[in-house]
């Protein structure tokens, strides 16, 4: 006598949905640690929502009507998994890339037709409906079994008010908006275990408790007819290859298991766990469905095969056997009209609701809107389900209705293998196909089982092997009738361009590349304001901020290729959210190409080449030998010691190499896709100018860049011009910075003219000197032919203007023999006051520079070793820089301080002085603070290098007056001669 009753079942089932949620809950905020939640092993678990109701039910009828036969169903499944790349991978790869939720999703975008999502929705909607039957037949018929005469609609109606609940709670606010729900995940993975765990039990407890022991168990089933046996009658081998080809298709099809494949899977997980953890987990589901089989058969179950499973603990008054796995039949159901009940509700939104009835809009808060939606056709996919469970009347045993639904999943396939193989499949073909597909379908197996589960008088529904003669052949006929349609559509109605650029992004090895086009919106900015009507203000400026993020982007974008992109990263969002056909829509209206551009016939290289880098690890065979080709040619041209970009026809910036990023301070990112309009100044008038004149090839060009001037070797080449297409050429130029060699060349022009001077004041001195010499010997003479003070003096005075005269022509003579670069072998010993006033002598010559006051306080004793002409120029250099630096009537002060063994030569201004950025950078050859043309760069590091000759070292100072923040000082560090006199200790 049963203990079990309708409140104690309802209770424990509704204990273990509340656990479920629970459990959901705990991972959605992070109670249970995220290396559990998101552990490939928990999502694998979910998966195990496959093997929910049909698991516990459909394989044992399975196994009832085709004997091992059962086996093609887990065979199917792990065959999927195991051939990861061929079907599974590459739709997971379309579907992260472009952020498509369903199938019908990949559908719309590949074909690029809302009508396409439509139809594929549709056909979903109908694949769906027996295995909607299926989980409400086996709730109701456990409830039967268990309980006895049950108001089996009541029932029904109760459980399908349940499931929504449910959905209400788990993951209806999260699906189709792009992100994973942990707390879905989470709760199907928790029950995917449980499951397991009890399935595996139930073939414990049979083994032990119906049967003595496994061999006791083997050796009862090898004594029976070959009607029970396991190697009994086998299926043909066509049947048994279509039977695991359609299981194998299933998971790809069927919305709620591609929902959890495409949408829920954890980023960056191993292939692996997918390629070797399903057949793992089917070959232990397959485990006891033979042993549940003959504990039925042996104990001589009144029920149907299928409810095998849930007899045993009525037989053997084991009440908790039957409710436990009555929960787990519950909770199986529940779970899985819940995911496909979502997962539909998505796909109607994107294709049967969006592209037909838009929310108005004056909407401004279009996730409200699509929540609603959401909600709504949910409750509407879940009447549908349970009014097709009504037509059909219980009609049919729950093995039956699951072969229906495998069977029409099995008209998706000439669809799918277009999708991912066959870039000449067109949207005509898919169609025409899907239609014929389907409609053959419903009229040779889905109306006709319809009709027979009313015509039937049994109370018993009607069993899969009365089929076994038609499923088989009408699968064939359907299937190849399709195929037919596709190719022959396909190749009549061949695809369009659009479908052209989708199919190469689906293909495995190849991107999609669409044509460099100008877009009406000039910067990003723009993208707000033009999506902000089909959207609403707040919906758009959220998209465009996310996209913007995700590539790395500011509001301020301006590139053409930076918007094309954004406007492409745009429409894979919109697509998560809306669906490929309605985002498409939006963004082709809304974000649209510039109507008065010409369009080009190039593709965008600078996209396919980011996206060839995406795909490098799938290439294989010529096309990785290509890939790594065009690696080569990219690195060359990247590391090239020369300047070097590419220009589009448009002018559009494609290449941007090392050297031209730090000759003009723009990096590639800034540069690739702009166009040189678009550059800062002044490289912009500068390579628009070159690069605009159509008369020279090669040109020598100043550039003035603050206080410096820059000279730039530029020379450019034209790619050959498209035959037949009458486009304007892309263009190649080469940058060489000519700066130091135009410098270096300035600089020996200057020495040149140095030894010409210095040839010329040797002559000049000579002629000067005499007549000099006869006005010093007048005046010597006048002073002695009179006596009278006034004539004595003017003579004095005349001598001394003759001497100055002298010492003037002198140290003309002598920076002259040192511009010659005449350089003795040995330096002798020169007094330093004299160096130091023969520079000060020379640079008070020029009577337009600014006055100031020089003052010469070295000392008269000390001796320096050292070659005058050499080390006076360097003094003349200091002085030259110090006066440049300093205001009208300053005092440039020259001091010296002497010890046993070195001297220190200060120069002092009061000037500026050096800025702090420059510091270090001041005695580099070249470096000039001096505005353009008044400065070589070169004096003081001549001058540091001259110091070196003399033993010594150049120091500089600035600030030299720390208060007041102003002043240089350079000290120079000389070895002292000393006298005999001064040597001795």
């Given amino acids: 006598m049963t203990t079990l009753s309708l409140p104690l079942l309802l209770g424990l089932s509704l204990a273990y949905l509340t656990t479920l949620f629970v459990v959901g809950q705990a991972a959605d905020r992070n109670w249970i640690p995220r290396r559990i939640s998101e552990h490939p092993l928990t999502w694998l678990l979910s998966l195990g929502l496959f093997f929910g109701v049909w698991g516990f039910f459909g394989t044992v009828g399975l196994a009832y009507a085709l004997q091992g036969g059962f086996l093609t169903f887990f065979l199917g499944v792990s065959l999927a998994f195991l051939a990861l790349p061929v079907l599974i991978q590459p739709l997971m790869r379309i579907t992260q890339n472009y952020q498509l939720g369903s199938l019908a999703d990949l559908m719309a975008f590949r074909f690029r037709s809302r009508w396409a999502g439509t139809l594929v929705t549709l056909a979903l909607t109908l694949v769906i409906m027996p295995l909607f039957a299926l989980q409400i037949q086996a709730v109701t018929g456990s409830l039967s079994l268990l309980l006895g005469t049950v108001h089996e609609q009541r029932v029904a109606i109760g459980f399908i008010i349940l499931v929504l609940l449910f959905t209400a709670f788990v993951g209806a606010n999260q699906l189709g908006q792009g992100r994973r729900s942990g707390s879905l995940v989470m709760t199907l993975a928790t029950d995917g275990l449980l499951r397991l765990l009890v399935f595996l039990g139930l073939g414990a407890f049979i083994a032990w408790q119906v049967f003595q022991d496994p061999l006791d168990m083997w050796q009862w089933q090898t004594s029976q007819t070959a009607r029970h046996a396991l190697l009994g009658e086998s299926l043909g081998l066509t049947t048994g290859l279509t039977l695991v080809f359609m299981f194998a298709l299933s998971p ?570 005449r350089r003795q072998d040995e330096h002798s010993p020169h007094r330093l006051q004299d160096v130091v006033q023969d520079a000060i002598n020379l640079l008070q010559l020029s009577k337009g520079a600014r006055p100031v006051v020089l003052l010469n306080e070295v000392p008269a004793d000390i001796m320096v070793p050292c070659d005058p002409q050499r080390l006076g120029q360097v003094f003349i250099n200091l002085l030259t820089n110090a006066r440049d630096a300093s205001a009208s009537g300053d005092e440039i002060l020259v001091t010296a301080e002497a010890d046993r063994h070195r001297v220190q030569v200060a120069v002092l201004d009061h000037g500026k002085g050096i800025p702090p950025e420059v510091r270090d950078r001041i005695l580099e050859p070249f470096f000039t603070t001096k505005e353009v043309g008044k400065g070589t760069g070169l004096g003081l590091s001549l001058a540091s290098n001259i110091i070196e000759e003399h033993y010594g070292s150049l120091d500089i100072e600035s600030p030299a007056f720390q208060l007041e923040g102003r002043g240089t000082r350079v000290i120079i560090t000389l070895p002292r001669f000393m006298t005999e006199v001064e040597a001795t200790p």
């Avoid at 809107?369 to 469970?389: E, N, Q, S």
């Avoid at 995406?614 to 990219?634: I, K, P, S």
């Avoid at 628009?688 to 060009?701: N, P, T, W």
């Fill in 252 to 821: 790809v099809v069927l919305p709620h298991l591609f929902h959890l494949l495409v949408r829920e899977q954890p980023g960056g997980i191993s292939r692996r766990w997918l390629q070797f953890g399903m057949p793992v987990y089917a070959l232990l589901f397959a485990l006891p469905v033979l042993p549940v089989l003959w504990a039925g058969l042996r104990l001589g179950f009144p029920s149907l095969p299928e409810y095998f499973a849930l007899s045993i603990g009525q037989q053997l008054s084991t009440p908790w056997l039957s409710a436990t796995l009555f929960v787990m039949v519950v909770s199986a159901a529940v779970t899985t009209l819940l995911v496909s009940t979502l997962a539909l509700a998505s796909m109607w939104i994107n294709h049967g609701l969006l592209p037909y009835a838009p929310p108005r809009r004056e909407s401004s808060d279009i996730y409200h809107w699509l929540l609603w939606a959401r909600r709504g056709l949910t409750m509407v996919i879940l009447l549908c389900g349970l009014g097709f469970y009504g037509i059909l009347q219980t009609g049919h045993s729950l093995t039956s209705l699951g072969m229906l639904s495998f069977v029409s999943a099995l008209q998706l396939l000439p669809g799918l293998v277009g999708l991912l193989y066959w870039q000449r499949a067109s949207r005509t073909g898919l169609m025409a196909s899907l239609a014929t597909g389907m409609g053959l379908w419903l009229i040779l197996l889905g109306l006709p089982l319809v009709v027979e589960a009313h015509r039937s008088m049994s109370s018993l529904p009607l069993y899969f092997e009365t089929l076994a003669s038609e499923w088989f052949l009408t699968t064939l006929l359907t299937l190849a009738a399709n195929a037919l349609v596709f190719v022959v559509f396909s190749l009549w109605f061949p695809p369009s361009t659009e479908e052209q650029a989708a199919a190469s992004a689906c293909s495995q090895n190849a991107p999609m590349s669409p044509s460099r086009r100008a877009l009406r919106a000039h910067n990003a900015r723009e993208f707000v304001a033009q999506l902000a009507g089909p959207l609403g203000q707040v919906t758009a400026e959220r998209e465009v901020e996310k996209a913007l993020k995700e590539l790395g982007y500011t509001l301020a974008e301006y590139r053409p290729f930076a918007l094309r992109n954004l406007r492409d990263r745009l429409e894979i969002n919109l697509s998560g959210l809306m669906g490929p056909s309605v985002a498409n829509t939006l963004v082709e209206r809304y974000l649209a190409i510039d109507p008065t551009e010409i369009e080009p016939a190039t593709e965008d290289l600078y996209l396919v080449e980011n996206r060839l880098e995406g795909l490098h690890n799938q290439l294989t065979g010529m096309a990785r030998e290509l890939d790594q080709l065009r690696r080569f040619h990219r690195d060359t041209l990247m590391r090239l010691p020369i300047g070097v970009f590419s220009l589009a026809q448009d002018g559009e910036i494609l290449l941007w190499n090392q050297v031209m990023a730090q000759l003009t301070g723009i990096p590639a990112e800034q540069a690739l896709g702009a166009r040189l309009g678009l550059l800062p100044a002044p490289w912009r008038s500068l390579l628009e100018g070159f690069v605009d004149d159509s008369h020279q090839d090669a040109a020598l060009l100043p550039m003035d860049e603050g206080d410096q001037r820059r000279w730039l070797n530029l020379h450019k080449s034209s790619a050959p011009q498209s035959p037949g297409l009458g486009e304007p050429a892309s263009m190649v130029v080469l940058v060489d910075d000519q700066t130091q060699t135009k410098m270096l060349e300035e600089e020996l022009v200057h020495s040149e003219r140095l030894a010409a001077i210095g040839s010329l004041s040797a002559g000049v001195a000579h002629e000067i000197g005499n007549p000099i010499t006869g006005i010093d010997s007048l005046a010597q003479e006048l002073r002695y032919l009179s006596s009278e003070p006034d004539v004595q003096e003017v003579a004095d005075q005349i001598r001394d203007q003759a001497w100055r005269v002298t010492t003037i022509v002198q140290s003309l003579v002598s920076y002259a023999h040192a511009g010659l670069g």
